[in-house]
């Protein structure tokens, strides 16, 4: 029998294109890091502290990382995103999306 500690799954889903992402723990607490701020550049050192839980912070390249594998799920073209912003040098950003209209008839 195995120690390895079940993960809970949350999932979202992405009105625009009738999805359904699976996110793990991990992503579900980035992602709601990120909204919490919304607006706001949240750099990778503080990502790593709050999301990750390290106090001893050797390499941020774990928040990149994870930003893509998040872009993939959320994102209609992860190459193009429109959610989740990069501040080259200082970090990343959640952007709400501006608002849309529905066309008049």
């Not at 625009?16 to 996110?23: A, I, M, Y």
């Amino acid at each position: 029998m195995s120690n390895i500690p079940c993960r809970r799954v949350r999932r979202i889903a992405n009105t625009l294109e009738k999805r359904t992402s699976t996110l793990t723990h991990r992503d579900f607490e980035l992602l709601r890091y990120l909204a919490e701020r919304r607006g706001t550049v949240v750099s990778r050192r503080e990502l790593l502290r709050a999301v990750w839980g390290y106090s001893d912070l050797p390499d941020t390249r774990p928040v990149d990382h994870a930003i893509v594998r998040l872009r993939r799920k959320i994102e209609l073209d992860p190459h193009h995103p429109r959610f989740i912003r990069t501040v080259h040098g200082d970090g990343y950003s959640l952007i709400a999306p501006a608002a849309t209209t529905a066309p008049s008839k």
